[in-house]
């Protein structure tokens, strides 16, 4: 059985940092692209931050982040915990959101195109 398990929200302050971890049983990570979306209250789902397969390089996959975050998020993957992992750094109160993860077959920054979810994190940024 496929699942997906999102860890590591919280509250932080702005500038603050929280490191998102998404865990995989059911499958092997590696061969699929992994994408992290946020969802605020009002708004709809938004990509982050994405990895996609490794296909066998030693270099990993290829990584893609939306402009609002990009500097200040890491996206990454440890193969044997079969875990993707998004660091974030300098926290902004517009950052708040509920993070999922997601498994595609390719990238996409559309939701629909990602075939399986996590249940989501709650990460607040506020003074």
């Known amino acids: 059985q496929v699942q997906l398990v999102e860890s590591g929200g919280g509250s932080v302050q702005p500038g603050g940092s929280l490191r998102l971890s998404c865990k995989a049983s059911?499958?092997?990570?590696?061969?699929?692209?992994i994408g992290w979306f946020r969802q605020a209250p009002g708004k709809e789902r938004e990509g982050v931050a994405f990895?996609?397969?490794?296909?066998?390089?030693?270099?990993?996959?290829?990584?893609y982040y939306t402009d609002s975050v990009k500097g200040r998020c890491t996206i990454s993957r440890d193969n044997a915990q079969n875990t993707v992992y998004l660091q974030m750094n300098s926290l902004k109160p517009e950052d708040t959101a509920v993070y999922y993860c997601?498994?595609?077959?390719?990238?996409?920054?559309?939701?629909?195109?990602?075939?399986?979810w996590g249940q989501g994190t709650q990460v607040t940024v506020s003074s």
């Open positions: 997601a498994l595609g077959q390719i990238f996409s920054w559309h939701p629909p195109d990602y075939d399986y």
């Open positions: 059911g499958f092997t990570l590696d061969y699929y692209t």
């Open positions: 990895i996609s397969s490794s296909d066998g390089s030693p270099y990993g996959g290829i990584t």
